[in-house]
C-alpha cells in the first residue's frame, strides 16, 4: 500500500506517493462533487473512474487500489448484493461509501458490511482527506453530521440502537477497557499499542477478545455499546497519546 502524504497546497507531490483511488458509478451529482474535492486535495491519484457496478470487483482485484469509492445508487442492484459486493472487496481493500441522503441507520449497516468510511453528499475536500487517511491507518472515518444524527438518536431517546448495554462490559479485564476506551477515540491498533507499550499483535489480540465478549462484529458496534454503557464519555476531553 503505498504511503499517505498529507496535502500541502505548495508542493507537488510525486505520483508514486499518492494513494491510488478506484471509483465506482456515482450519480452525476456526486461525481460532481468528488471531481472538485480530488482536485482540490491534490494529493490523489485515481486509477478507475465511472467503473459499472458489476465491474466494479473485478476492477478492484486487477488494479488494486489502495482505497475503493463506492455510491448507493445501482440500479441493477438490491441492498443484497450491494452487501455480498462489499463484503468480498473490502477483504482485500478498503471502501468508503459515498451516497445522498444518508441516514445514520443505513451508515451503520453499511459500516457493519464492512466499509471503513461513510461520505454524505455534504462532503467537503477536508472530508474526503481525512477518510482516505484514517482508512489508510486500518481506522474508520464517518463524517460529522452523521454521526450528529447518530448522536440525536442515542442520547434524544429516539429510537436507540437495538445494542446490550452496561452489565456486558463488566466482562472486559482492565487492559481490555484501556484498548476499548482508545478505541472509541478513533486510535488504531498500532498507536493503541504505543502508548500502552504492547505489540500490536497484542493489541489485534485484544481487540478479539474485546467483540467476542461483547457480542458484535467489529470496532463501531463495540464503541457504540462503550458509549451507551457509560464506559466512555463524549464530555470527556481526549488525552493525548504518548510521543
Known sequence: MNPFVPFQSNETVPAQLKPRLLISQLSSRLDSLIT????ACGCFQVVGKDIHWVQWRSYCRILKPDVAIVGAAFP???????EEEIREVSQSTPVIHLGEALTWIQAEKLLRWGVSGVLSEAMRPYHLYEAVRLVLQSGLY?????????????FRGQGEPALATGSVLLNLTEREAEVL????????????GKALCISEKTVKNHVSNILTKLGVGGRVQAVLLALKGGLVSLDKPEEPLDP
Not at 472538485?36 to 482536485?39: I, N
Open 181 to 192: 476506551k482508545m478505541m472509541s477515540r478513533g486510535h488504531n491498533n498500532r498507536d493503541i
Open 76 to 82: 441493477e442492484t438490491g441492498w443484497a448484493e450491494l
Open 36 to 39: 472538485s474535492a480530488l482536485r
Open 142 to 154: 464517518v463524517q460529522p453530521e452523521l454521526v450528529s444524527s447518530w448522536l440525536s438518536t442515542v
